[in-house]
């Protein structure tokens, strides 16, 4: 005798993509809660309400941007906002995704890594840097009033060692920066204790980044303490 069961789910969801963000200078996940949304969406009858919230994962440090039974999944070019409720991170680079997603992994059967979006943010002056990791707080200074000390971008690195391509900072609105160093650690050569390091410093202009600034502070090469946190201002003109 038939039980009359169907089977047939009350809730279906349905996978947009999976985004996750990573420090711009340890590429170790971020940790931080964040706020990860699309603020418009094409105008289709069906599609999520915006902005379209993504659902933070359970533990891995992702973030789904999914919809519900009848919804309809958005399709084209996507604007992704992400901000981060205590200002631990900022982003950048804005960046949109995709959607539907390709399947390229092992086409036409999905695959994790065809819907995992991986983006860097970069981190501020309100985020705690761990114990003993070597980084440097700044602000740029326009000494001459000349140069706009917002979104410029600044690498600094070993001094002696050539440019390198990453990772570098962006300034805020107020010139502000945070570098983070987490390969500079202090050691013993010869029963010497090396705990200092002099570095080298690259400003360069928005929006295309290729205009170098040269700084009138501080002296190039400039040192910092292994391990710790370092105070720097930069004059530029």
């Given at each position: 005798?038939?039980?009359?069961?169907?089977?047939?789910?009350a809730v279906v969801h349905r996978l947009g993509t999976v985004l996750r963000f990573v420090d711009a200078?340890?590429?170790?996940?971020?940790?931080?809660?964040?706020?990860?949304?699309?603020?418009?969406?094409?105008?289709?009858?069906?599609?999520?309400?915006?902005?379209?919230?993504?659902?933070?994962?359970?533990?891995?440090?992702t973030y789904r941007l999914l919809v519900t039974n009848r919804t309809v999944l958005p399709v084209g070019?996507?604007?992704?906002?992400?901000?981060?409720?205590?200002?631990e991170y900022v982003n950048f680079e804005p960046f949109t995704v995709v959607l539907p997603r390709p399947?390229?992994?092992?086409?036409?059967?999905?695959?994790?890594?065809?819907?995992?979006?991986?983006?860097?943010?970069?981190?501020?002056?309100?985020?705690?840097?761990?114990?003993?990791?070597?980084?440097?707080?700044?602000?740029?200074?326009?000494?001459?009033?000349?140069?706009?000390?917002?979104?410029?971008?600044?690498?600094?690195?070993?001094?002696?060692?050539?440019?390198?391509?990453?990772?570098?900072?962006?300034?805020?609105?107020?010139?502000?920066?945070?570098?983070?160093?987490?390969?500079?650690?202090?050691?013993?050569?010869?029963?010497?204790?090396?705990?200092?390091?002099?570095?080298?410093?690259?400003?360069?202009?928005?929006?295309?980044?290729?205009?170098?600034?040269?700084?009138?502070?501080?002296?190039?090469?400039?040192?910092?303490?292994?391990?710790?946190?370092?105070?720097?201002?930069?004059?530029?003109?």
């Amino acid at each position: 005798m038939a039980n009359g069961r169907t089977d047939r789910p009350a809730v279906v969801h349905r996978l947009g993509t999976v985004l996750r963000f990573v420090d711009a200078f340890s590429a170790a996940p971020v940790n931080t809660p964040l706020e990860v949304r699309a603020e418009s969406l094409p105008v289709v009858e069906g599609m999520p309400n915006t902005p379209w919230r993504a659902i933070p994962g359970p533990s891995d440090g992702t973030y789904r941007l999914l919809v519900t039974n009848r919804t309809v999944l958005p399709v084209g070019a996507i604007s992704v906002t992400v901000s981060a409720p205590g200002h631990e991170y900022v982003n950048f680079e804005p960046f949109t995704v995709v959607l539907p997603r390709p399947l390229v992994a092992h086409p036409p059967t999905p695959d994790r890594s065809d819907f995992l979006v991986e983006r860097p943010l970069w981190p501020t002056r309100s985020l705690r840097v761990p114990p003993g990791e070597t980084a440097v707080v700044g602000r740029v200074n326009s000494i001459g009033g000349t140069t706009a000390v917002a979104r410029l971008r600044l690498k600094i690195w070993l001094f002696g060692s050539p440019l390198p391509a990453t990772p570098y900072a962006y300034t805020d609105d107020t010139g502000d920066f945070l570098f983070r160093l987490p390969a500079l650690k202090g050691s013993v050569s010869g029963g010497i204790v090396i705990s200092t390091a002099d570095l080298a410093l690259d400003v360069r202009l928005p929006p295309a980044y290729v205009t170098p600034v040269a700084p009138a502070a501080p002296p190039i090469p400039f040192t910092v303490n292994l391990g710790r946190v370092s105070t720097l201002q930069i004059d530029v003109p």
